[in-house]
């Protein structure tokens, strides 16, 4: 099976940027699209960005659109998201998914990670 490992979580200040990576192991295809979601305590999960297998299509959140960045790196089986200018509201577990269809709805994805916190806090 696919698992799924986030990391690069952390405490910044509003403006500041963070990168997150999630790092995939065990029996992995390389055009598995790639998803990150962010769920903030008491909130529904909420969808963030994706990318599809060969990295040419992305689709973004109209909240994160202009700030944020996906990318990834096959060769390392790396999904990565880029967060710039972030503010208090980006607070949040930020989980990355694969999935074979490129879909904003989370319940399209199969495999899961555990999570990355993202704390924006002046």
């Known amino acids: 099976q696919v698992q799924l490992v986030e990391s690069g979580g952390g405490l910044v200040q509003p403006g500041d940027s963070l990168s997150v990576s999630c790092t995939a192991s065990?029996?992995?295809?390389?055009?598995?699209?790639r998803a990150w979601f962010r769920q903030a305590p008491g909130k529904d999960s909420e969808f963030v960005a994706a990318i599809n297998g060969n990295g040419e299509n992305t689709r973004y959140a109209d909240s994160v659109r202009g700030r944020f960045t996906i990318s990834r790196d096959n060769a390392k089986n790396t999904v990565y998201l880029q967060m710039n200018s972030l503010k208090l509201e980006d607070t949040a577990v930020y989980s990355c998914?694969?999935?074979?269809?490129?879909?904003?709805?989370?319940?399209?994805?199969?495999?899961w990670g555990q999570g990355t916190q993202v704390t924006v806090s002046s």
């Open positions: 065990g029996r992995t295809f390389l055009n598995l699209v």
């Open positions: 998914a694969a999935g074979r269809v490129l879909t904003t709805t989370a319940a399209h994805y199969a495999v």
